[in-house]
């Protein structure tokens, strides 16, 4: 069974920090395999389909080969024994930032939509210009912080998204270091706003219709990996 | 999900294998979509690395000698 | 080492084997001198400490019964001797604080409140990643001395875990069988002491790059 692994530079497992054989001279890394009872997060072989890629995101995409025993988990699978096959090199820094460009366009749309409903259509223009013009993004900052605390509105969420998509902190000036130096990497950022702009979408939804956070979430997330599959070009 | 706070919390709990699966799970699912914490749990890891490269205290010649010596009175009061 | 092995140790020792002895000091010294310092700031006294423990180990050589392992044994003498040592000595701790929740309350400003509407209990700052670093930058003199200060200014049980299972490499059991410490304390204990030391650590790099 074909699948996908995400793992930090140099094929290293990020949690596991297992250090992954990887493929050469055109055969695929070596048949890595566990003993005793697969375990979720403690013992096995863990793996994603095309449609978990999100929760998952790292420095470096790989497609594993699993084989043996194999059990679904909650996202993922999780088998007796792996072997990576080959690199994704186009899961880089430039499909990260347009993946994360895609999330903040989406919670962009969301809060042009807000707007419309309540009828603020100066601020929606302001809005649409913004990336655009790097001049009206004080106004939209100074836009968000006319929403009550309170609100659920995606506005509320917008100057904190401007910050994170730039590797800051909601509420903060601090500038991100840049990666040599330590600071988030494109990738990381990806899965930051991955999660923050799927959980805005979640929380309008919620707003709306009480009940629906769940579902909206999970759909936003499956819309993602689909982005990133579809992007990727990968075959199920 | 769990929050940064509880990552800060639990990060040694999670080092030495003192969560259960669904914690474990939730602890991985957090720190993946969050940057400062994916920060945090590099910093005390390459913490635990440094400790691990401490080098000894000067066990010095001279402690040791006091130490042989007496050894030496203990060895000859047993006589 | 096996039981056979240190039977015959043990033998050699009480005949007053000097050989025997010495290599077993020199075996256990230098761990038994990091482990004093971890409860007393002078290293002048934790070398008496060392000194006293080897004494009182030979003066209960006759006695040692086998039911703990020689190492254990006499690492537990040093235990005893530091802590008595220890309670003599002041010790500056701002770590350490007179209620046992202290350390719960470093760094809590370094999260947004529970009651944020948008982050919650989420970091306020960005913590950088120190895989990136070159091995040498936590082992400038700064970074050495802060970790050293910040060891001494530890409450003397969690400079003793973390001594033992991060710079000694101990397992778990053993540190709390040495310690007389439940697994789910001694890991309380570790967590807080690896909390500050990562604290000082982050000082250190803070201070050679600002940002």
């Known amino acids: 069974m074909i699948a996908y692994k995400f793992l930090s530079a140099g094929a290293f497992g990020f949690f596991s920090e297992y250090a992954w054989p990887t493929p050469a001279a055109g055969r695929p890394g070596g048949w890595v395999r566990v003993s005793g009872e697969l375990r979720h997060c403690e013992n096995g072989i863990h793996a994603c389909t095309e449609e978990q890629l999100v929760d998952w995101l790292d420095e470096e995409l790989w497609e594993i080969e699993l084989d043996g025993a194999a059990v679904e988990v909650e996202g993922g699978v999780v088998a007796e024994a792996g072997r990576l096959i080959r690199r994704h090199e186009g899961w880089d820094d430039e499909c990260a930032r347009a993946f994360v460009d895609d999330c903040v366009e989406k919670t962009i749309a969301l809060a042009a939509e807000s707007l419309l409903e309540t009828g603020r259509k100066q601020d929606l223009e302001e809005l649409r210009a913004w990336r655009a013009r790097p001049d009206a993004e004080r106004k939209v900052r100074a836009l968000a912080l006319t929403f009550e605390e309170e609100s659920s509105d995606p506005i509320a969420f917008l100057d904190d998204v401007l910050r994170l998509e730039r590797g800051g902190r909601p509420e903060s000036e601090a500038m991100a270091l840049p990666v040599e130096r330590g600071g988030p990497a494109p990738f990381a950022l990806a899965a930051n706003l991955g999660f923050v702009c799927a959980h805005v979408a979640a929380q309008v939804a919620e707003h709306a219709t009480p009940g629906t956070y769940a579902e909206t979430y999970e759909r936003e997330r499956l819309s993602q990996s689909a982005w990133l599959a579809e992007k990727l070009r990968l075959q199920g | ?79 | 080492m096996n039981s056979a092995n240190e039977r015959r140790l043990l033998a050699r020792l009480r005949a007053g084997d000097e050989r025997a002895f010495r290599a077993l000091v020199a075996d256990l010294g230098p761990s038994l001198l990091r482990v004093a310092r971890a409860y007393v700031r002078d290293s002048e006294v934790a070398a008496e400490i060392v000194q006293e423990t080897w004494v009182a180990a030979l003066g209960g050589l006759d006695n040692f019964e086998g039911r703990s392992s020689l190492r254990t044994w006499v690492f537990t003498i040093l235990a005893n001797c530091a802590r008595r040592r220890g309670k003599t000595e002041s010790r500056s701790a701002p770590f350490s604080s007179l209620n046992a929740g202290a350390s719960e309350e470093i760094e809590l400003d370094r999260f947004f409140p529970t009651n944020h509407h948008r982050w919650a209990s989420c970091w306020t700052t960005i913590n950088t990643r120190w895989e990136a670093l070159p091995e040498e930058a936590l082992s400038t003199e700064e970074a050495n001395a802060a970790i050293m200060e910040t060891l001494k200014s530890l409450p003397p049980n969690q400079a003793a875990v973390i001594t033992l299972r991060d710079i000694e490499g101990w397992s778990s059991e053993e540190v709390c069988s040495l310690l007389v410490l439940s697994s789910a304390n001694q890991r309380v204990l570790l967590h807080r002491a690896r909390l500050a030391v990562r604290h000082a650590l982050e000082g250190v790099l803070r201070v050679r790059s600002p940002s």
């Open chain 2, 1 to 79: 999900m769990f929050s940064c706070r509880q990552i800060y919390d639990l990060i040694t709990e999670y080092d030495e294998g003192g969560l259960s699966t669904s914690e474990r799970r939730q602890f991985e699912s957090h720190v993946i979509v969050c940057p400062p914490c994916r920060g945090f749990v590099s910093q005390i890891r390459a913490t635990r690395r440094r400790l691990g490269k401490d080098s000894t205290p000067e066990f010095t010649a001279e402690l040791e000698d006091s130490i042989v010596n007496a050894f030496r009175a203990w060895k000859e009061q047993r006589r």
